[in-house]
């Protein structure tokens, strides 16, 4: 039997409950529903998201990014995206941006000088080849130290190819308080000249090389050789990790046999990877058993094989480039791979919800090399320098020719 106190407090509860109001939530943003997206989606599916940043970092990062997104445009979401998978590591973890991205006037090539102008608006092409001091009143070391904080990469090589690619996006620029809106471009030389230049112009004069050197001459073409019999030789460029439509690996592998059976005076070979950003690593395989066999019958000396990498060897070429060390030791030649030897790669992706943005991640390790390298290092290094580019001349391959 119920006590009429108990039923009387019951009552009042009741009461009390049904004259409550509900305080209204406000909707998530569009943009906070694209981060818990992120967030959840990336730490769920990369293989293995916190190696290098705590999970606990990771989500106060996003956690302080969600709280001031409804004041943030795109252009600022996406470097401050950008900026938390800097601080994850891995340079196979991004996010497709540069098709909402604006260009200013002008692009810089990283060479042996520093960055030397390659190309700007062609009213003033007569500054084509210098090399920069300052951006938007900024030292370029100061800019350089900047973009740190924005580039995924993992050793330097893969920062300068990198940079050269995103310096010109004017949203970095705002960003960082370089520039504003419609405010003319500042670039300032060693040699103490200035320019301005009108934003977002499009007609760019680009640096001419009347002969440019062997391994510009092709740049989209998946693989191709060329003998070049006064030097010895055969080149090989392979530009990336994929099998030609028209020419299968088996045919360009058994392409260069015969190009060594008409030619017996062709003691070297020279195979550049140093403009191949990846792919599929097994279609290389025909071509390193080819040279294996020409190694084993003798045809071939392996300390004639000759591997060019620089800073665009990447990904599933850096696995090819250990492969040739394994399989034939061969002379590296160049800079620094752009990719490390153990590294996250086999990438996929997903989209967030509101923005569209895409977003890759990595779902598998790589775990090459016993010493965990930044990247793998040529037996002789050597980088282009201007003067070299000017006169069509690679230094990677005089170099070859002269031993």
């Not at 510009?216 to 990336?240: C, D, F, I």
Request: aromatic share 10%; charged share 20%; glycine share 6%.
């Amino acid at each position: 039997m119920n006590h009429p106190l108990t039923i009387l407090f019951g009552g009042v509860l009741l009461v009390l409950s049904a004259c409550q109001t509900k305080v209204p939530t406000e909707p998530a943003h569009p943009w906070q529903v694209d981060l818990d997206f992120f967030g959840q989606t990336l730490a769920q599916k990369h293989k293995n998201l916190f190696a290098q940043l705590p999970e606990a970092e990771f989500e106060r990062a996003l956690a302080e990014l969600r709280a001031v997104a409804p004041e943030l445009s795109e252009a600022a979401m996406l470097i401050e995206l950008e900026q938390i998978l800097a601080r994850i590591g891995d340079a196979h973890t991004r996010i497709e941006a540069a098709d909402r991205r604006s260009a200013l006037p002008f692009r810089v090539s990283w060479l042996a000088e520093g960055l030397v102008l390659t190309a700007i608006e062609a009213t003033q092409a007569d500054y084509l080849g210098e090399t920069l001091s300052h951006i938007n009143g900024q030292p370029v070391a100061a800019v350089i130290d900047q973009f740190r904080q924005v580039i995924t990469y993992e050793n330097e090589s893969h920062f300068k190819f990198q940079f050269s690619r995103q310096l010109h996006y004017a949203e970095y620029h705002y960003f960082f308080d370089w520039l504003a809106p419609g405010q003319d471009v500042a670039l300032r030389f060693t040699t103490g000249e200035s320019v301005a230049l009108a934003p977002l112009a499009n007609d760019l004069s680009r640096i001419q090389l009347p002969d440019p050197p062997l391994f510009l001459q092709k740049p989209r073409v998946n693989y191709w050789m060329r003998p070049l019999v006064e030097s010895a030789m055969v080149y090989l460029q392979y530009n990336r990790c994929r099998e030609a439509p028209d020419v299968p690996m088996t045919d360009f592998a058994a392409a260069l046999v015969q190009e060594l059976q008409a030619n017996p005076g062709i003691q070297k070979v020279v195979l550049d990877v140093r403009r191949n950003g990846g792919g599929n690593s097994t279609v290389f395989r025909p071509l390193l058993a080819v040279l294996k066999e020409l190694v084993d019958s003798g045809r071939l000396a392996h300390d004639q094989i000759y591997v060019f990498i620089g800073r665009n060897t990447f990904s599933s070429a850096v696995l090819n480039v250990l492969e040739l060390e394994r399989t034939l030791d061969p002379v590296f030649v160049g800079e620094p791979t752009g990719g490390k030897p153990n590294h996250f790669g086999e990438l996929k992706n997903f989209r967030l919800p509101n923005s569209g943005l895409r977003v890759w991640y990595s779902t598998k390790y790589f775990q090459l090399s016993d010493d965990d390298l930044d990247a793998f290092y040529p037996d002789q290094v050597v980088e282009l320098s201007l003067a070299d580019l000017l006169a069509g001349i690679d230094p990677a391959l005089e170099w070859v020719k002269e031993n």
